[in-house]
Structures are given as structure tokens and as C-alpha cells.
T-cell receptor, first 115, second 108 residues
Framework: GAVVSQHPSWVICKSGTSVKIECRSL??????MFWYRQFPKQSLMLMAT?????????EQGVEKDKFLINHASLTLSTLTVTSAHPEDSSFYIC???????????FGPGTRLTVT | GQSLEQPSEVTAVEGAIVQINCTYQ??????LSWYQQHDGGAPTFLSY????GLEETGRFSSFLSRSDSYGYLLLQELQMKDSASYFC?????????FGKGTRLHILP
């Protein structure tokens, strides 16, 4: 089956620093990747949608200058949290889709803690 | 805009049957899907209904009524490992929107 990996699985950083999270599709080409954020005991909130080679589309309320998304290849998307604050601490999950199919394949998530 | 409503928590006994309901309101609708998420893990896909009716996959079944904007996930022969959060989700345009999730507690 389709496998999506994320790196790192968890990260602790100091307030004010930037953190980059990678999302890779290991055995298929992901034309579209999605980034979600999930706070404890809450739902997954879609942050942005990215298509390979084009700019990401951000959901309302998500700061595009704070959450930089790059989808430079068909197997890799990155999310960079810039100038991180403690309120950015969350579980970040990516998912990938091939073509126009319905099913999204989720990565294992990255737990970010900002101190 | 879109909204999905599902119960926040459900409790059932091991071996029993439980139904988790979901009602939705979306501007465009392509189908209803269900995901399972264990604590600390990522969501895993369970089922997808694009047309009215019941879809069965092993112990799990999912139902959709497009005219009622309603669906449910049915879990049979509950096992302790089924303790998790279950999310209904709708596909709207190019993205999937998740409900708030139902936490399923299973008692021995």
C-alpha cells in the first residue's frame, strides 16, 4: 500500500526558532499534499493544500508567512514553522494523494513542542 | 461553509455493537468517509461512501443517506483495540474536511 513518512517524528525547539518538517511519499507520486494540525483531543484542522510545483493554498486563518510550505517534487513536501511560539505546539500531520483519486494517505505525524 | 456533527464520546461493551452517527452540511458533496485514530497516531482510512446505502468491510460497516445528509459507522463484535477516536469526513472540492471526532470507550 501507499506509504507516507514524516521526519522528524517529534521535535522540541526554543521559542523564536524555526522548525522544518518533511513529508515524503515513499512508493507513489503525490501530486497533492495536505498539511493538518491537531491539538490534543481535537479534530484535524486543514492548514494548507499544496500541488507539486505551485504555491500552496492556505485555509482561512492560517498565516502563510509563518507556516511556509514547499512542494518541490512529487515525493516531498516540507512545512517550516517560522519564529515558533509555545502556542504552535501541536501534532502536525501530512497526507498525500496521487492524481485525482479520493483516498489520502496519512503520514505518522510530527509532534512539535515549543518551549 | 461546511460543518459535521458527531457525538463527542460513546461507550460500549466488548463484544457489542456500536453506531456512530454523523450529520453534515456542505456546499458541495462528493462522499463521506470514516477514519480511525488511536492516541498519538495518525488517522487511518476505514471506509468511503459516495452513494446511498451500506458498505461492509469486515466488522465495520458504513452507511450514507445523501437526502438526509447523514451517515453512520457501525462497529460489530467490539474489541478492546477498537478504543480510539473516529472521525467522519467529507470531500469538498479538492480537500477533505474532518468532523470533531467521536471518542469510543470500550468496557471489558
Amino acid at each position: 500500500g501507499a506509504v507516507v513518512s514524516q521526519h522528524p517524528s517529534w521535535v522540541i525547539c526554543k521559542s523564536g526558532t524555526s522548525v522544518k518538517i518533511e513529508c515524503r511519499s515513499l512508493d507513489f507520486q503525490a501530486t497533492t499534499m495536505f498539511w493538518y494540525r491537531q491539538f490534543p483531543k481535537q479534530s484535524l484542522m486543514l492548514m494548507a493544500t499544496s500541488n507539486e510545483g505551485s504555491k500552496a493554498t492556505y485555509e482561512q486563518g492560517v498565516e502563510k508567512d509563518k507556516f511556509l510550505i514547499n512542494h518541490a517534487s512529487l515525493t516531498l513536501s516540507t512545512l517550516t514553522v517560522t519564529s515558533a511560539h509555545p502556542e504552535d505546539s501541536s501534532f502536525y500531520i501530512c497526507s498525500a494523494r496521487s492524481g485525482r483519486g479520493y483516498e489520502q494517505y496519512f503520514g505518522p505525524g510530527t509532534r512539535l513542542t515549543v518551549t | 461553509g461546511q460543518s459535521l456533527e458527531q457525538p463527542s464520546e460513546v461507550t460500549a461493551v466488548e463484544g457489542a455493537i456500536v453506531q456512530i452517527n454523523c450529520t453534515y452540511q456542505t456546499s458541495g458533496f462528493y462522499g463521506l468517509s470514516w477514519y480511525q485514530q488511536h492516541d498519538g497516531g495518525a488517522p487511518t482510512f476505514l471506509s468511503y461512501n459516495a452513494l446511498d446505502g451500506l458498505e461492509e468491510t469486515g466488522r465495520f460497516s458504513s452507511f450514507l443517506s445523501r437526502s438526509d445528509s447523514y451517515g453512520y459507522l457501525l462497529l460489530q463484535e467490539l474489541q478492546m483495540k477498537d478504543s480510539a477516536s473516529y472521525f467522519c469526513a467529507v470531500k469538498e472540492d479538492d480537500k477533505i474536511i474532518f468532523g470533531k471526532g467521536t471518542r469510543l470507550h470500550i468496557l471489558p
